[in-house]
């Protein structure tokens, strides 16, 4: 068989591996090399989980809710340092002094109370330091007229109004009854209170304040009747 016979019968044979062969090499590359290559990222996860939200710097005015995660320091006494999740009733156990009830107080305060119960009997002149480090997720939930019912978180740093809460809902359909928005609370002895309130008093008239809402409040806004 001539060389000239043999090239043409090669040829398209050789047109055909070609592309197969180069797509098998581009497939080996792209599935191993380095790690830090282009590959997907595993997303970071949150080690804080679902129940609490990261601190960051708190303001000594931030009161303390019961299961924030809290670390208590006490200046050059680095065996009384304490990371701690408080109790369901505020409650922190500390060393020496055992348990105290900080849940409810500003964290200045706290640092005081806390100062007091070291002050005497354990140390001269203790300096505490008390850190946020996870805050309890607080929300109310706002139900009804409006154009996104559902929870609405709290600021961990703040309190959240009424106004800001259904604005965060979206604001007030065209069927809202805006002169009689319920809330609806439970109030520390367990017992359900309902406030009503009128909104365009709220955002029309300087003398009425904004409604600053509780954690688990419930806004009920009702349909008006046409």
């Known amino acids: 068989m001539s060389s000239l016979l043999r090239v043409t019968l090669l040829l398209p044979l050789v ?11 581009e497939g080996a590359s792209g599935t191993g090399g380095d790690s830090s290559g282009g590959g997907a990222t595993a997303p970071a996860t949150s080690p804080l989980g679902a129940t609490g939200v990261s601190a960051g710097v708190v ?8 299961l924030d995660v809290v670390q208590v320091d006490v200046f050059q006494e680095p065996e009384l340092q304490v990371q701690t999740r408080l109790s369901a009733d505020g409650t922190v156990s500390l060393p020496l002094v055992g348990e105290l009830v900080i849940g409810g107080m500003t ?11 070291y002050k ?40 959240l109004t009424l ?7 979206g604001g007030l359909t065209r069927l809202a009854r805006r002169g009689n928005i319920k809330i609806r609370r ?18 029309e008239s300087p003398e009425v304040s904004d409604i600053k809402l509780k954690n688990g409040d419930h806004v009920i806004v009702a349909e008006r009747i046409i």
């Open 186 to 203: 439970v109030n520390p002895e367990g017992k359900t209170e309902v406030i009503t309130v009128d909104f365009d008093d709220i955002l």
């Open 59 to 66: 303001a000594g005015n931030y009161v303390l809710q019961p």
């Open 163 to 169: 106004s800001e809460a259904i604005n965060s809902a």
């Open 107 to 117: 964290v200045d305060n706290a640092q005081k109370l806390v100062t007091q119960a």
């Open 15 to 25: 047109c055909f591996l070609v592309p197969f062969l180069s797509a098998q090499n």
């Open 120 to 159: 005497g009997d354990y140390l001269i002149n203790p300096h505490v330091t008390i850190l946020v480090l996870q805050y309890t997720e607080r929300f109310i939930y706002v139900h009804g007229m409006v154009n996104r019912p559902g929870p609405v978180p709290i600021p961990p740093e703040r309190e």
